[in-house]
């Protein structure tokens, strides 16, 4: 089944999941849905399961100056439409389910991240460095606290 538009979407994720999803229209060009990250692997699965999208584009991260205790993660989808799945963790505990189980093709991403945000995917192995020099001891590069780079 094709995903046609962002609503029907929504609304199939309400009714067969009961996941509180809401449109986030805070990324100027692409339609993207909040969900809480606990239910992440369920939305994912749904996905692959009841919609046969099986295209992640990417897994992108951000840490937003104006809300330096969260990082956004972002899914990004294509299945007859762009779409993202964006959920949040909180740069304390940052901590979210692995979809590599679901979908292969996620694992450089989950690595990436995981490298540069120093989120744990929860259900993985393990996450290897990647992109990193073996050497480095700084803790993840993209994230903007007093502990690490600005």
């Known amino acids: 089944m094709k995903i046609n538009n962002l609503d029907a979407l929504r609304k199939s994720m309400a009714d067969s999941l009961k ?66 799945i964006m959920t949040m963790v909180s740069e304390e505990l940052p901590r979210l389910p692995e979809i590599v189980s679901i979908l292969p093709g996620a694992d450089f991403y989950e690595r990436e991240v995981a490298e540069m945000f120093g989120i744990e995917f929860v259900g993985r192995e393990e996450t290897p460095p990647l992109l990193l020099p073996d050497d480095w001891d700084q803790g993840p590069p993209f994230i903007r606290n007093e502990d690490h780079r600005e």
């Open 19 to 84: 996941v509180d999803c809401e449109v986030y229209r805070g990324i100027d060009g692409d339609q993207t849905l909040r969900i809480p990250s606990a239910e992440l692997k369920r939305v994912v699965s749904f996905l692959v399961d009841q919609m046969d999208c099986r295209h992640l584009s990417t897994i992108t991260a951000q840490q937003r100056v104006e809300d330096p205790d969260q990082i956004e993660v972002i899914y990004h989808f294509w299945h007859g439409i762009s779409f993202s």
